[in-house]
């Protein structure tokens, strides 16, 4: 049990994982739209100027990682924001540069997109632990449970007696008669 | 009372509701003994069924013991152990009186929704949104039945509820699946999804005599299960589905296919999986058929594709020209439950089956909202989740 499951409650299926996969989503979802609609802010506040068609880009990763944490699978969108904030981190790092005035705010924009990877690790572990099925999860074995009286093969055909319905015959309006099938 | 009511995409709560009340004169008010959660009812858990609303209460899969019945309702008494069918009939309409108890002319109370929306309306359902009435559902303690002197199926004290529960829905959707295919000695059933709904298609046409019958799924316990009911079984992640069905059918392909899968399939390793997918998480499309489409492309031509799988809105890239050139044959539907109760049953009762098998995990109501991520998520070998309130 993660530290999260250890806040949420059977009598209710939305865990603190699901909770915090949807607020990310809406969270990459926001980033995402200003991401691509004022690129030109970002840019100018980090001392970035000229790179506002890879803001623009990222603005769409984030889009995409937003919708996929908002669907009934957020798994995979979550683990793709964690590989986004280490690409947001190396990108911020080119800008750590000497002559750069907006230093400053860049070690602020890596300050906080390290908190968010954080807590993105913690909310796609989470969220994998609580929903993924683990790939060994011991299997166990309902050969026994054929839900029949003998063996299948001595069942075959039990049901005999039972009379297709006129309406759901495969010979309704066809000319095809049951007695003349042929097997093709 | 205590229910489990929906409140928002994956989001089922235990809650505290009022106590159902006698609305009609034909009305019953059971006192719930057990419960199901059925896999249409995680197509609401994920929000792909529109027309839910906050506080709704979930289920359609119920039994119980009469409490209350109406004025008018000379068919049930209290005390009577009734199984519920999760179409509500009223008996009389035309639709009623054909057999086709699914599409009931009056049992929807929202038919302006279902007109809108579907043209013509539906039979309401219970628990099953506001587009099919916006009944209760069965989660809950107690639940009150519409129509109820025809909407039951009185069953003996000689069964269990395990035995009986299952005729409220899968077991006579599995059996309807399979009997719209019209199966022959010499046909070969293939049946995409190992599910409950999929356990009774594979149960059903070895019983209605199916040359062969083969399951497609990817769950290992599921396709031990089906293996168990006499299936030929297909792990779509180990082997190709066209090749496989092929090999079984000299090249020709099944005579009859079902889709117990409906609007969520999964298919790990396909493109038009991924494609739906996307366009699913865009709201470009609101229901995944990769099994149609994989259907009408291996069923041999002049064949039948049963679809007993719930499907709820659009759908896109379906291979008309195969189904058309084809001259495949489309049978769906809302499983016309009352049709079918009192053969099947006599078939429990006499031991031709045991509805039981099917059972995977018997829970307390309490616990329904924890299992309902169990089943979503094929945790802990689940199959069947039965709840007991």
Redesign the interface.
Known sequence: MTMLEKFSSSQQSLGVADKLARGLGFYSFGLGLLELAAPRLLTRTLGMEGSEKLVRAYGAREIVSGVGALSDNPVPALWSRVAGDALDLATLATALTPDNPKRGNVKIAMAVVLATALVDIMAAKAATDRHHRPRNMPIRDYSNRSGFPQSAEAMRGAAGDFETPADMRADIGNGYSRASAVPL | MKALCW????????DTVPDPKIEHPRDAIIKTTSCAICGSDLHL???FIPGMEHGDIMGHEFMGEVVEVGSENKALKVGDRIVVPFTITCGECEQCKR?NFSVCERSNRRKDLGDKVFGHSTAGLFGYSHLTGGYAGGQAEYVRVPFADSTHVKVPSTLTDEQVLFLGDIFPTGWQAA????I???DTVAVWGAGPVG?FCV??A?????KQVVMIDNV???L??A????AITINFDKESVVERLNELTRG?GP?KCIDAVGL?SHATRSLDAVYD?VK???MMESDRPHVLREMIYVC?PAG?LSIPGVYGGLVDKIPMGALMNKGL?V?TGQTHVK?WTD?LLR?IDE????????I?HTVSL??G??M??TFR???D?C?KVILKP
Not at chain 2, 179 to 182: H, I
Not at chain 2, 206 to 210: C, F, I, Q, T, W
């Open positions: 409140h928002g995409k994956n989001d089922i709560r235990y858990y994920d929000h057999g009997v719209q295919c019209d022959q000695p010499t356990q149960r059903s070895v019983l209605l005599g199916a290992p316990e599921r031990l299960m293996e168990a009911g006499g020709k005579e969520e997918r699913q998480a865009t041999r039948i044959t049978r049709r053969d078939r031991g031709q089956i045991d509805p039981s098998f099917v995977t309490d616990q909202p924890e309902y991520k998520d094929k945790l070998n199959i």
